[in-house]
């Protein structure tokens, strides 16, 4: 287990307003937090190191892109040690995970057989 990140209030007032809004300059948030933008650069280039900053993303709007279903699937697959299911197994029951799924379309999918 790693241990967590020594955090002052500096460094949790820029997480925040990072978390608000990604894409403002390091000179806007210096301003905000009250920092000089060298000392402000370094703290966020330190938050990106230690692994608290893990990325930057972008949130899309999905009703403008014409996705009007978000899905969310997880799939775990074992290793079993075999390729067929043990003796006596019914084929109903190999295949009931499978059949159990429906078939899922956006708008501009055409229909298909599952």
């Known amino acids: 287990m790693e241990a967590e990140a020594e955090l002052d209030t500096i460094d949790r007032r820029i997480l925040v307003i990072l978390q608000e809004n990604g894409r403002l300059s390091n000179q806007e948030i ?17 938050l990106e190191e230690i692994g608290v900053i893990r990325g930057y993303v972008a949130l899309l709007d999905a009703k403008r892109l014409g996705l009007g279903l978000l899905a969310y699937i997880n799939v775990r697959l074992e290793k079993r040690g075999g390729t067929q299911a043990p003796a006596g197994t019914p084929k109903a029951k190999r295949t009931a995970i499978f059949s159990a799924m429906p078939y899922v379309h956006g708008p501009k999918s055409s229909p298909a057989t599952p």
């Open 30 to 46: 210096a301003e905000r937090v009250n920092l000089s933008p060298s000392p402000c650069l370094r703290r966020i280039r330190r």
